[in-house]
């Protein structure tokens, strides 16, 4: 990995405009070692790095680049200077990174394919945004249940170097309906004239139009190195490969954290983000939680009078409304992860519900038992009962609404982490109000 002072030489050369001494800074380095330089590097100064590359390391080391590398690459560099080092990928790369590119950019990366190129490209194109269909490769060699091992491992051997994978080899029938999968290891160990159909497995497999995320996962779980794809008649369309897959979940899993902290995920590392892109991935976050803010407002207001009797109570309030909300989050973010892992779905929303009232029950319990017992010396039991009810009451009102939320969310087709946070901190803020001011008004008879 380039170290700082490699990094600050390499951005001195290209101030300076200095193409030769460049070109033997990144002589004979890896295409690995490249990689992270170009990620490391503001997206001008990485332009200038990776033109003076030679185009076949140029190749290698653009298709391991970061999908937003990439773009700023295209963005920096114009489609014109990297038009074949794109056309040297697969179409599901293609197509990942034309999504990141302006639609005027994308258009124009696209007529630089031709025949075959641009078939499989506009093959993957033409499934829905974050479908399985959008990620998978066209390009893939097969197998007929009755060929033998000796047939198969020949087309291998002939078309390794023009599909994504040979190491799961899906079989099909004469109208590509698939019929299951066989790997090259049992084709290598097999007699040379045995049946496929005598070496093939079941298949794991997905709809094309079904969900990126669950698809991969769900490769990953099964431990196969490639998911057949299929569409509605369960016609081969092409594969997700094991790399890809574990490339989706771990894109997902960094929305999903970045979301849970109210923020969008950065698309570049965070010292190379300008702030305006920094700023644009948080701003919509805070103004919704202004929105929870302005509620809490109010709901004070309709409670001031009770808080000009009792001042001490306002000296529990971010108490109060910060157990709430954590309480709420800490069931979203456990359900969250059991839906990830297809451990729940939508139509458990009941059983989930059952189970949250029960955890906040005994979680409100605790909790009231402590905050009865520590401010009741201070201010009085009355006080403290207040309190203690409270958070009685509200925790398996937030654990429940926490646990319910994502599944209703992910039944509404939307991203649980996206709806989740900002709802339950609405919620919860306004709601903890109402019930802490209710206890208190019948408790103390303000």
């Given at each position: 990995?380039?170290?700082?002072?490699?990094?600050?030489?390499?951005?001195?050369?290209?101030?300076?405009?200095?193409?030769?001494?460049?070109?033997?800074?990144?002589?004979?380095?890896?295409?690995?070692?490249?990689?992270?330089?170009?990620?490391?590097?503001?997206?001008?100064?990485?332009?200038?790095?990776?033109?003076?590359?030679?185009?076949?390391?140029?190749?290698?080391?653009?298709?391991?680049?970061?999908?937003?590398?990439?773009?700023?690459?295209?963005?920096?560099?114009?489609?014109?200077?990297?038009?074949?080092?794109?056309?040297?990928?697969?179409?599901?790369?293609?197509?990942?990174?034309?999504?990141?590119?302006?639609?005027?950019?994308?258009?124009?990366?696209?007529?630089?394919?031709?025949?075959?190129?641009?078939?499989?490209?506009?093959?993957?194109?033409?499934?829905?945004?974050?479908?399985?269909?959008?990620?998978?490769?066209?390009?893939?060699?097969?197998?007929?249940?009755?060929?033998?091992?000796?047939?198969?491992?020949?087309?291998?051997?002939?078309?390794?170097?023009?599909?994504?994978?040979?190491?799961?080899?899906?079989?099909?029938?004469?109208?590509?309906?698939?019929?299951?999968?066989?790997?090259?290891?049992?084709?290598?160990?097999?007699?040379?004239?045995?049946?496929?159909?005598?070496?093939?497995?079941?298949?794991?497999?997905?709809?094309?139009?079904?969900?990126?995320?669950?698809?991969?996962?769900?490769?990953?779980?099964?431990?196969?190195?490639?998911?057949?794809?299929?569409?509605?008649?369960?016609?081969?369309?092409?594969?997700?490969?094991?790399?890809?897959?574990?490339?989706?979940?771990?894109?997902?899993?960094?929305?999903?954290?970045?979301?849970?902290?109210?923020?969008?995920?950065?698309?570049?590392?965070?010292?190379?983000?300008?702030?305006?892109?920094?700023?644009?991935?948080?701003?919509?976050?805070?103004?919704?939680?202004?929105?929870?803010?302005?509620?809490?407002?109010?709901?004070?207001?309709?409670?001031?009078?009770t808080l000009e009797q009792r001042v001490a109570l306002a000296l529990f309030i971010p108490l109060l409304t910060g157990i709430g909300g954590n309480t709420g989050s800490q069931a979203a973010t456990t359900v969250t992860r059991a839906l990830a892992t297809n451990e729940v779905d939508a139509r458990d929303a009941p059983r989930v519900a059952f189970k949250e009232v029960r955890t906040g029950l005994l979680l409100g319990a605790i909790l009231g038992t402590l905050g009865l017992a520590v401010a009741s010396p201070f201010y009085g039991?009355?006080?403290?009962?207040?309190?203690?009810?409270?958070?009685?009451?509200?925790?398996?009102?937030?654990?429940?609404?926490?646990?319910?939320?994502?599944?209703?969310?992910?039944?509404?087709?939307?991203?649980?982490?996206?709806?989740?946070?900002?709802?339950?901190?609405?919620?919860?803020?306004?709601?903890?109000?109402?019930?802490?001011?209710?206890?208190?008004?019948?408790?103390?008879?303000?």
């Amino acid at each position: 990995m380039p170290t700082t002072t490699t990094l600050r030489s390499v951005r001195d050369l290209v101030s300076a405009q200095d193409v030769s001494g460049l070109v033997a800074q990144l002589r004979d380095k890896s295409p690995e070692w490249l990689v992270d330089l170009l990620e490391e590097l503001p997206a001008e100064d990485a332009a200038v790095a990776f033109r003076v590359l030679p185009k076949p390391l140029a190749t290698t080391v653009f298709d391991q680049l970061d999908t937003a590398v990439q773009a700023d690459l295209v963005a920096t560099l114009g489609h014109t200077e990297v038009g074949d080092v794109f056309a040297s990928l697969d179409p599901d790369d293609q197509v990942e990174l034309m999504d990141e590119l302006p639609a005027r950019v994308a258009k124009q990366l696209l007529r630089s394919l031709e025949g075959a190129e641009l078939q499989a490209a506009m093959t993957v194109l033409g499934y829905p945004s974050g479908s399985v269909g959008r990620r998978m490769s066209p390009e893939y060699m097969h197998a007929r249940p009755t060929e033998s091992a000796r047939t198969v491992l020949e087309r291998a051997t002939r078309l390794a170097h023009m599909t994504e994978t040979i190491y799961t080899i899906p079989v099909i029938l004469a109208d590509r309906v698939l019929t299951g999968v066989v790997s090259l290891r049992e084709l290598l160990a097999a007699q040379p004239d045995q049946p496929v159909q005598e070496l093939m497995s079941t298949a794991v497999q997905a709809r094309a139009s079904e969900d990126a995320e669950d698809a991969a996962r769900r490769c990953i779980d099964h431990g196969v190195l490639a998911l057949p794809v299929v569409d509605g008649e369960d016609r081969l369309v092409g594969l997700l490969t094991i790399d890809d897959a574990a490339r989706i979940v771990r894109t997902a899993a960094d929305e999903d954290i970045a979301r849970a902290g109210a923020h969008e995920p950065l698309r570049r590392r965070y010292l190379l983000t300008p702030i305006r892109d920094i700023t644009r991935s948080r701003i919509v976050w805070l103004l919704v939680l202004a929105v929870s803010a302005i509620l809490t407002v109010n709901v004070l207001e309709l409670f001031e009078a009770t808080l000009e009797q009792r001042v001490a109570l306002a000296l529990f309030i971010p108490l109060l409304t910060g157990i709430g909300g954590n309480t709420g989050s800490q069931a979203a973010t456990t359900v969250t992860r059991a839906l990830a892992t297809n451990e729940v779905d939508a139509r458990d929303a009941p059983r989930v519900a059952f189970k949250e009232v029960r955890t906040g029950l005994l979680l409100g319990a605790i909790l009231g038992t402590l905050g009865l017992a520590v401010a009741s010396p201070f201010y009085g039991l009355d006080i403290g009962s207040v309190i203690g009810l409270t958070l009685l009451l509200f925790c398996p009102i937030a654990a429940t609404v926490g646990g319910v939320m994502p599944l209703i969310a992910k039944a509404a087709r939307v991203d649980p982490a996206v709806f989740s946070t900002p709802f339950i901190s609405t919620f919860c803020d306004a709601s903890g109000l109402l019930i802490y001011f209710s206890v208190a008004s019948a408790i103390l008879g303000l």
